[in-house]
Every structure is written in C-alpha cells, then in structure tokens.
C-alpha cells in the first residue's frame, strides 16, 4: 500500500497550480490527452490543448518529480540519524551537514568556482567531518551529547559563512541567494531533476538495503558487533549517504528547514520505531507529504510563498512538543 501512496499526490499536485485561463477539469483532460485518442478533446483549440501539455510536462512535473525527491531525501536522512544517534532530535541540519551544503551552494551561486551540487557535497562533508573533530574526545568514545553539540556549532559556523556571502554579494546574486535560503522550488526545471535523481536515489536505494541493519546500529556499538556488524562501516556508508542525499537536495531546492526532524517522528509515532517499515515510510510518505507543503505554498494565495517558510512554521511546534514529551533538560 505505502509504494503506491505517492501516485494520487502526484497526479493532484499536476493539476493544481496558479492559472488564469484553464482549471483542474481542463488540466485533467490535458493529462489523459497523453493516453487516449484525440477525437475525445475537440472541445478544445488545438493550441489551447498543446499549451496545457506543455504546461504539464515542462513547468508543472518537473517541479512534481524534484518536490517529492527533496522530501524523500530529507524525511530518509533525519530517519537514518535519528536511528543512528539514537535521538528522536536529530536531522541533518543539526548535525551541520545541511549548512554546510548551503554554504558551498552559495559561495558557487556567488563565485561559480565549481558546479552548485559539487561544491554543496564539499561543504556538507567537511561539515560532517568538523563536527566528529570537535565531539572527539581523548580516549574516549565521542557521546551522543557531545556530538550534537558540535553539530550545533558547526551549523552555527557555516550559517556564519552564509551571512558573509551574502553581505559580499551585489544585490542581483544576494536576491537569488536570499530566497534559495528560504527553499525554493518554483524554477524547478528537468535539469535540475536531471542533477538530483541519481544521487539521490543512490542514496536513498542504500538506505533502504540497510534498513534492517539500522536497527542494529540503533542498538548500540556493542550490541552491532554482537551479531557481527561492523557499526564503523555501517555508520559511516549511513552518513555518507544521508550527506550525499542532503547536499543534493540543499543544491537544488535550497535550505527546507526542520523537514528531516518532525516528519521522521511523526511516522515512527505512526508505525512504529522498526527502520525495517520506516525507511520506505520515510521515501514515500516524505515525498507525498512535501508535495502537499508544496501545494499549499502555491496555492495559499496570489503569490507563492517559499515552502521552507511552511515547513518551519510545521517543524517548530513539532519540535517543541518532542522537547516537552522527551524532558529534554540538561540539569
């Protein structure tokens, strides 16, 4: 049930969209003139009909297809370092991996020293890599704690850097890093699908064949080993995927914040804390539910809002809630 979920959300957020001149009916005609013969539309113009083709298929699905890759990737991402932290209030952009991405996108937006992808990929690894060198701690094992908290300061870092690129740029550049900040998916184009479908899949096709040993790694170090997993091994291809997976999506759609913390926990709320069912929960539920965000975000009113607004505005309740219902105090 849950693989063909996202089918209906797809074929709705097709027809949907700001149109003066046709509405959903027309939409829904244009979509099945695709299938069946011609004979069954002639009470449209021919231009009328190829307009609304083109519409579909160039404006509209593209923007579909790069909308539920993104929320596929952030919903997987913040479920894989939940379970590998063992901390319902984690996400990638706690960790710093996100910031990280969205500093190098920037500075490529900015300078165009290297592809916008690659350059986010960079920044979010050496992000990753900055926050185990500051939580690593002489002859010991770096706690969840301690890691978090460098998380948070590398994120903090890297949000640095992002106001300083900003405040270098002209006004022509900062504008289009401004509202890539905010999350933007309305220039959503087949190249920029083109750019985030394979590693994002990549990643995503890795998580789910490690779905079962997530819950090892959840477990403990110990325990992993226990059975004969090696957590090191397990826990870095997991970050690396969930890296890959972030930085492409901070690449393409910019900063969708706090999406990776709320909607993993509320589908564990949901079904369980099994990654054996909430890894493909998270795929396919994580793209259906940022399409309805999207939705809404251009539908709301005249003008389209950013949709990391709508996602922070859902996240930050969410998020204050798991602070209430975990006592997290660190008294």
């Known amino acids: 049930m849950i693989y063909v979920f996202p089918i209906p959300f797809i074929i709705f957020s097709l027809l949907i969209g700001p149109s003066q001149q046709f509405g959903c009916i027309d939409y ?40 539920f890759l993104v929320g596929a990737a952030l919903a997987s991402s913040g479920n894989a370092l939940q379970a590998l932290f063992r901390n319902p209030l984690v996400d990638s952009y706690i960790l710093g991996i996100s910031s990280g991405a969205a500093l190098g996108a920037a500075l490529a937006l900015l300078t165009q020293w290297l592809p916008v992808q690659i350059s986010a990929f960079i ?10 060198a500051f939580a690593q701690q002489r002859h010991e094992k770096s706690s969840v704690v301690v890691i978090l908290l460098s998380g948070m300061i590398v994120s903090g870092l890297f949000i640095a850097g992002l106001s300083i690129v900003q405040y270098l740029s002209d006004p022509y550049k900062l504008q289009a890093i401004v509202q890539w ?65 972030t930085s492409s999506s901070v690449a393409v759609a910019g900063i969708i914040s706090l999406y990776g913390l709320f909607l993993p ?29 999207d939705n809404i975000s251009r539908t709301f009113s005249s003008f389209e809002i950013p949709i990391g607004i709508f996602t922070m505005l859902l996240g930050a309740p969410i998020f204050l809630y798991l602070i209430r219902r975990y006592n997290m105090n660190w008294a």
């Not at 920044?123 to 185990?132: D, S």
């Not at 990643?203 to 790694?217: A, K, Q």
């Not at 804390?273 to 965000?293: D, E, M, Q, Y």
């Open 123 to 132: 920044f979010g690894i050496f992000a990753v890599c900055l926050t185990y």
């Open 265 to 293: 926990h509320l589908i564990r709320m949901m079904i369980g804390p099994n990654n054996a069912k909430t890894v493909p929960a998270n795929i396919f539920l994580g793209g259906s539910f940022l399409l309805l965000i």
């Open 28 to 67: 829904a005609h244009a979509l099945l003139s695709f299938v069946l013969p011609s004979h069954y539309f002639s009470q449209y113009h021919a231009n009328d009909l190829a307009m609304m083709q083109n519409i579909i298929v160039n404006i509209r699905m593209p923007r579909v297809f790069l909308t």
């Open 181 to 245: 900040t905010m999350g933007n998916l309305h220039q959503a184009t087949w190249s920029k699908v083109n750019q985030a479908v394979l590693p994002i899949s990549a990643s995503l096709i890795v998580l789910y064949i490690l779905r079962w040993r997530l819950n090892l790694l959840a477990l403990g170090h110990l325990e992993a080993q226990a059975v004969g997993v090696d957590p090191k091994k397990d826990q870095f291809i997991v970050i690396l995927c969930v890296t890959l997976a």
